[in-house]
Every structure is written in C-alpha cells, then in structure tokens.
C-alpha cells in the first residue's frame, strides 16, 4: 500500500479535491527547463476526447521521467487535464480577455461537454479514466460577460470559466460529475488511486 501520491499539477482545484477525498499528496511540478504547456498543444482536427486523453498521458509520461530524474522516492503520480468541447470544438485557456470574452460569448445559452481526464501511474502501469460531464449556460448578458473577464478568473482556465465561481450562478443544468468540471472527478479518481493501492 502506498501512503502518497504525486500530483502533477499545479491546479490548487485538484488539490483541494485531493484534500477532499483524505489523499495525502506531494507536488511533483514541471522544471524550468519542461515546456509543460507544449503538452497542451492541440491538433488540427482532433476530437476533445482523443485531445485530452492524449495530453493527460504525455503529462504522466513527462511526470514519469521527471520522478526518475530527481531521483524521488517511488510512489504513484497522478495527472489530470480538462478540456471544454462545444461540439467538436476543443475551448481551452484563454489567450487574452478578447478570447475570454468571445468563448463566453459563445457559450451563452448553450449546451457544453466538460471533459476531464485522469491518469495515473502505480509503479508498474498506467490507469486512466475520462468523465464527460454536460453543462449548459443561460443566456449570459453582455455586462455579466465583460465583469466576468475583468477579475481574471477566466485564465488559466479551459473554457474560460470555473464552475465554482459567481459564473455557477448562471448554469441551470449539469449532467455528470461537478468535480469533474472543477478538474479532477473525484468517483474515478478513486477507483485509480484504489487499483493503484493508495491508501486514504
């Protein structure tokens, strides 16, 4: 049985949610000299199912190898990447407020796929679990939309939006796991981190 895992995010959402679920944890972050956000790269024509599951599994690898690298004491790691779909149409980060601005404008009265994708790595192979959760936005008035990007919380943020913030007062409906729009879903968390022997 393992006592720890790594977390291999920078997400204070996933740590919470780890904190949660009585998992003790350890940051296991990228290094100056990682390109982690190459990792998030999309690619012309690739769905957000087969995006997100990819990149969570190049974020395990490079976590993998950076383990060994440091030469830390062997422990599961964990990885998690979320991505917005509306449609075939992968919303991640914002660039700008301009970007924020028009993926909220976009998803104003709309139904959207939050999808988030966990891997985790026990030693001896790779776990993974993908929840896809429907979330559906009313209409979104121009002034909510334009105070909304003036605090920032739309970056750093797929979608340009976190469910958890004064935004969640203008979601209706969710159809899924509300963790798993928040980043980490914390029922196929568990059944890894279980498989993986982590004991919580």
């Given at each position: 049985?393992h006592d720890i895992v790594y977390l291999a995010s920078q997400s204070p959402r996933r740590r919470q ?177 279980r498989q993986a022997r982590v004991r919580f």
């Open positions: 049985m949610l780890l904190d949660q679920l009585g998992v003790r944890h350890e940051l296991l972050l990228p290094g100056p000299d990682e390109d982690a956000e190459a990792l998030e790269a999309t690619r012309v024509g690739e769905a957000p199912r087969d995006y997100v599951e990819r990149a969570t599994r190049a974020k395990l690898q490079a976590a993998r190898a950076r383990l060994i690298a440091r030469g830390l004491p062997p422990a599961p790691i964990l990885c998690s990447d979320t991505t917005v779909a509306l449609g075939r149409r992968i919303l991640g980060k914002p660039t700008d407020a301009h970007d924020a601005t028009a993926t909220l404008r976009a998803l104003s009265g709309r139904l959207h796929h939050v999808l988030t994708a966990v891997a985790v790595w026990d030693g001896r192979r790779s776990l993974f679990a993908l929840s896809d959760s429907a979330v559906r936005f009313a209409e979104l008035p121009e002034a909510v939309i334009e105070a909304y990007v003036a605090s920032g919380e739309p970056f750093g943020k797929a979608g340009a939006y976190a469910i958890q913030s004064s935004l969640g007062g203008w979601i209706p409906t969710i159809r899924g796991s509300y963790s798993g729009i928040m980043g980490l879903p914390l029922y196929e968390t568990t059944q890894l981190l």
